[in-house]
């Protein structure tokens, strides 16, 4: 069910960088497809393998966490995702409120104007942040630190989260389109890691892809300053 996540997401990269002196990409896309050349893999090769890769991986965990595919299941899988989506942004920005004020919330930050852009990206942003950042970074970071301290299984797996929204909130302000430097958005940002993390242990990778994917769309088109307004 995430697979259609990133067939949007490298049809939709390819058309709307054409004519672009450089590509815009996902950061953690990015880093993704910087290992596969490692390999000895041809450049001709990096979107099969990227496919193949992740479509392995998306079956692994869910078959792992004993979900199978209903035809039913991809309306359902989107309107919870949908619901999570909603539910995130206003638990997240009313406890780092709490936490934080006055703060910035993440609907506040200035973005690029290309609205386009931004929702292919989101697309994106969705499969290959939660790949990256709670499949293999939490994911690995969990299996070594539980090797090195198995008495401690559960506050090894809270420490790789808690360090993997640490990263994950980082991430989003490195480079030219990241963010500008804000306590607020960076708490905001890393709060959200966590409960990203909770929806993938629970619901597994397919829902909180989606949930993040369809989060950073309603944030772009202004969607949650609507709800706010009400």
């Known amino acids: 069910m995430a697979l259609p996540l990133l067939l949007l997401y490298e049809i939709g990269i390819v058309w709307v960088n054409r004519g672009n002196a450089e590509e815009v990409r996902i950061v953690a896309d990015i880093w993704l497809k910087d290992?596969?050349?490692?390999?000895?893999?041809?450049?001709?090769?990096?979107?099969?393998?990227?496919?193949?890769?992740?479509?392995?991986?998306?079956?692994?965990?869910?078959?792992?966490?004993?979900i199978r595919f209903h035809s039913k299941y991809p309306g359902f899988i989107i309107l919870e995702s949908t619901v999570y989506a909603i539910l995130f942004a206003f638990i997240v920005s009313g406890f780092t409120h709490w936490l934080m004020s006055p703060m910035m919330s993440a609907q506040e930050v200035q973005h690029e104007p290309n609205l386009v852009m931004q929702l292919v990206l989101s697309l994106?942003?969705?499969?290959?942040?939660?790949?990256?950042?709670?499949?293999?970074?939490?994911?690995g970071l969990a299996f070594v630190l539980q090797l090195a301290f198995p008495k401690a299984k559960v506050l090894m797996y809270v420490l790789a989260a808690v360090i993997g929204a640490i990263a994950f909130s980082a991430m989003h302000h490195l480079g030219n389109m990241g963010d500008s430097w804000e306590l607020g958005v960076f708490v905001y940002r890393a709060i959200g890691g966590l409960i990203f993390n909770a929806v993938f242990l629970i619901r597994g990778f397919a829902v909180v892809a989606w949930a993040h994917a369809i989060y950073d769309v309603m944030v772009f088109t202004g969607f949650f300053s609507l709800l706010q307004g009400v």
């Open 35 to 66: 290992l596969i050349p490692s390999f000895g893999l041809t450049h001709e090769l990096i979107l099969f393998s990227v496919v193949l890769v992740v479509g392995m991986l998306i079956v692994a965990i869910e078959w792992k966490k004993k």
């Open 124 to 139: 994106g942003a969705g499969l290959y942040e939660e790949l990256f950042f709670r499949v293999l970074l939490v994911g």
